[in-house]
């Protein structure tokens, strides 16, 4: 039922279609590029629920409470305590040793504002874990969702990040002037 409901609104009222194959690979760091409205979550969602792909995120320890907690997991949520003295790269990495299958989207824009660099926390964390990166592109302008090829990072990050955002050139956010 969830699932016809997600592939209505996500293709036939919003009317987006997917492009690429997402990958079967158990573990994964997938960066959304651009990130310029809470509408990129709901969609996305939305697709996950039709694919049946598990997709996870990190948020803090706090919100997930004995009230909430349900909610964020049942959307993918693990939660994070920030309150350790752990790094945040190490504690997330640290996620993907002990899950058999753990696929964490993040925004490298880190904000749904306008930026002129990318937060580089997605890149170490796929190196710490040893995972690859899925660059999906949340074209709004031509209603797409992306999939592109899995990427190993490198040692090069310059070369990288070079490469990564070239994945991305002329993919229109939801509000065009923070693409």
Do not use: C
């Not at 948020?59 to 994070?80: A, D, H, N, Q």
């Not at 040692?155 to 990564?164: M, Q, R, S, T, V």
């Amino acid at each position: 039922m969830f699932r016809l409901l997600a592939k209505f609104f996500a293709f036939n009222v919003f009317k987006f279609s997917l492009v690429g194959n997402f990958p079967k690979d158990p573990k994964f760091v997938i960066a959304v590029v651009p990130h310029t409205s809470n509408w990129d979550f709901i969609i996305a969602i939305g697709v996950r629920t039709y694919l049946k792909e598990p997709i996870h995120f990190v948020g803090k320890k706090e919100l997930f409470t004995p009230l909430t907690s349900w909610f964020f997991k049942s959307l993918g949520g693990m939660p994070l305590n920030r309150k350790k003295n752990e790094q945040v790269v190490d504690a997330i990495a640290r996620m993907y040793s002990e899950e058999p299958l753990f696929r964490m989207a993040i925004a490298p824009e880190g904000t749904r504002k306008k930026v002129d660099e990318w937060k580089t926390g997605f890149y170490y964390i796929a190196k710490k874990a040893e995972v690859p990166i899925l660059p999906i592109g949340f074209d709004w302008q031509n209603r797409k969702m992306i999939f592109h090829p899995l990427f190993t990072p490198t040692d090069d990050k310059e070369k990288d990040f070079a490469y990564l955002k070239s994945l991305f050139k002329g993919v229109v956010g939801k509000v065009p002037e923070n693409s």
